[in-house]
């Protein structure tokens, strides 16, 4: 498949474009910080329809603190490696991901930041303890155990629709193809809070990474292996062990914000920061606040393992 990245990030920027191959598959990996195998890891993983790209205002500042920085293109996505199959995108092999990358990388200490999908797969990492973690953050998606809860009550089931209209064969990647392509981007800009963070050039990022061959296809089937492949991770514990910050935008459109409630009883050193005004797509609507919480939460890398 094409070798071409989905993004090219500023020369200013310290941001950049790598391909890391893993004993899986080859990934599309914007970087920031020294690469260096004995530093502290921050790995990011960004959600649907997103990218890397997701990360551009955070990737500095964890920089900026001592750490390794590494934001996949998850599989499906961009330029890294698109497997076709559904069942290519059930949970033991995005987990797998995870640990393929955690193993390239060769850190001693992981922060895995996660948001949407990545944020689904980040909760089931952890829990898994498929490898070791140091601190884990979330965004905007809520803890496996509260989201079984909350999906059995109208107020979420009602946001969840899509879920269920990605099952559908061919028609969820028709539907993401309309206006050229274009919707994608456009999805998120008109769900955000904040429009002017989402101008036509970042909407074009999406768009144009999403009309790859395959890849919306490759988007919908994360969806699809959600429910026809479940429980491919050993998932009997579900307590979180390691101290965890979850980051939530209130005017989150997919998910009410009583998914934030309950988690505490699941994640043993767990901290809660709600932003009102800010949409699902929290670090890049109000990446000010979000940098905000970071910095303050996270310790320098150098006093981080």
Known sequence: ???????????????AIRWIETAGLTFEVAEAGVQNSADNLALCLHGFPELHYSWRHQMPLL??????????????????????????YAMDRLTQDVADLIDASGA?????????????????????????????????VPHPRVAMREIKRWEQLKKSWYIYFFQLPWLPETWLSR????????????????????????RDIYSAAAARPGARKAMVHYYRALLRHRDTVDMRD????????MVWGEEDVALNIHCTEGTEEWVRDFTLKRLPGVSHWVQQDAPDQVNAILGEWLPEAKSAA
Do not use: Q
């Open 1 to 15: 498949m094409e070798r071409t990245p989905s993004w090219s990030p500023p020369a200013d920027s310290g941001i």
């Open 63 to 88: 920089a900026g603190k001592g750490y390794r920085v590494w934001a996949p293109n998850l599989r499906g996505y961009g330029g890294t490696d698109r497997p076709a199959e559904v069942r290519d």
């Open 108 to 140: 001693k200490s992981v922060t895995l930041f996660a948001h949407d999908w990545g944020a689904i797969i980040a909760w089931s990492f952890a829990i898994s303890k498929l490898r070791p973690l140091t601190r884990l953050i979330i965004m905007n």
């Open 179 to 202: 206006r050229g392509g274009k919707v994608v981007g456009d999805l998120i800009a008109k769900t955000s809070c904040n429009t002017e963070r989402f101008g036509p050039e970042v």
């Open 238 to 245: 579900f307590t979180v062990d390691v101290p965890t910050l």
